[in-house]
């Protein structure tokens, strides 16, 4: 009886991996309900699609999930919660591919109009001339809504240092321009080559503050024109329902501590329904014009450290936040964050550049993220 049962077992398997390989969905979603589940379990997440399994307690031993939890193409949670939150966060990895794939993020460099799917992510990036953001700034007139901003970022800030209420206004401007090359590229996130545009006198002001309200509404709004921090960008947005903070990291060699500084911060750090951290209205540090915010991120916030390394590696590291650092006495950019880091044990050996803060533990996330869908993870 127990050998026609295993033929069952392994005829279902069968015709079932062979349904998932002809219909191709999205994803494949499996709760077995036995031990002896498992070798119909095994056989149907080796199909090519990328397949969640919720096994709860009293389903599984070590032996039965070691080796297929780490499979590639396989999100696999052995666990006692039963709320079904690993479900949800199986099913929020492949809801996240999906919207990244049907994304297109506009980066302005260069002279050239052109595409590339990034594979393995699926992220497309159109490349626009960068002489297009001049271009349509000049056709934003001071309209009510654009008043309605700069009041906005006036009135809910701590205080105001060094802008006039023309910056702010400029700022302003940046900000409905930016929605104006999203709207005429068909693009969902922008990015740009804008340190050149400031030193050739080209727009009257960065685009800090557009940035920062952008991300702040889910809309990756990315400095420098940097790639990898727009997969990063993008992955957060669509996986965590959340932004990052693009930086420039610096190790304090004194305090073995690890400092990210940038001129763009988001402010609502744990979401997009989420109360808006505070903010200063700074200047733009390296050239002292314009509008950025310097957030105050909370002391004591987990923090997620990642970074693409091309669309198939994450780089990942964790911290918590320590303080906020104030420019001047410091040097640097307007939002300047310290952490105390997981590792390496010197933090003069971290890796990466522009690596991106997240507020909260994301790292398993991540890690999971990246086994489902082909991209590598390490240690920063």
């Known amino acids: 009886?127990?050998?026609?049962?295993?033929?069952?077992h392994k005829f279902a398997a069968e015709k079932f991996a062979a349904k998932v390989k002809a219909d191709k969905p999205a994803g494949v979603l499996l709760f077995p309900l036995h031990m002896n589940h498992w070798g119909f379990t095994a056989a149907a997440a080796k199909t090519g699609v990328p397949t969640i399994i919720f096994a709860g307690l009293g389903q599984c031993f070590t032996g039965h999930i070691q080796k297929l939890s780490r499979e590639p193409g396989v999100y696999l949670a052995s666990t006692a919660d039963y709320d079904l939150k690993p479900v949800r966060s199986g099913l929020k990895m492949i809801r996240a591919n999906a919207d990244i794939r049907r994304m297109k993020v506009a980066v302005l460099v260069g002279n050239e109009t052109r595409e590339k799917v990034l594979e393995p992510l699926g992220l497309t990036v159109r490349y626009v001339p960068r002489q297009k953001f001049p271009d349509v700034l000049k056709t934003i007139e001071l309209t009510p809504d654009v008043q309605a901003v700069a009041d906005e970022y006036r009135r809910k800030a701590r205080k105001t240092v060094e802008p006039s209420p023309d910056d702010i206004l400029n700022a302003s401007r940046n900000y409905f321009t930016a929605l104006q090359i999203l709207k005429e590229e068909g693009c969902n996130g922008i990015s740009m080559e804008c340190l050149g545009l400031v030193a050739e006198r080209k727009i009257p002001c960065p685009p800090c503050m557009a940035w920062s309200k952008l991300l702040d509404v889910g809309i990756p709004g990315v400095c420098e024109a940097d790639v990898n921090a727009v997969m990063g960008h993008s992955l957060c947005v669509k996986l965590l329902d959340k932004p990052g903070f693009m930086q420039d990291p610096v190790p304090d060699t004194v305090r073995n501590t690890f400092i990210g500084a940038h001129c763009v911060s988001p402010?609502?750090?744990?979401?997009?329904?989420?109360?808006?951290?505070?903010?200063?209205?700074?200047?733009h540090s390296e050239s002292n014009i314009g509008v950025s915010l310097q957030v105050i991120w909370p002391a004591g916030m987990d923090v997620t450290i990642m970074q693409f390394d091309g669309p198939g590696k994450m780089i990942l590291g964790k911290g918590k936040v320590l303080r906020n650092l104030d420019t001047p006495p410091a040097g640097g950019c307007r939002t300047s964050v310290e952490l105390a880091i997981d590792a390496p044990a010197d933090t003069r050996d971290t890796r990466g550049f522009h690596q991106l803060f997240i507020a909260g533990d994301h790292v398993n996330d991540f890690?999971?993220?990246?086994?489902?869908?082909?991209?590598?993870?390490?240690?920063?």
Do not use: C, N
Request: glycine residues 10%.
């Open 267 to 283: 402010t609502r750090l744990d979401g997009f329904d989420k109360p808006a951290a505070p903010f200063i209205l700074r200047s």
């Open 1 to 8: 009886a127990q050998e026609d049962v295993g033929k069952a």
């Open 367 to 380: 890690k999971a993220y990246g086994q489902l869908y082909g991209i590598a993870t390490e240690h920063i």
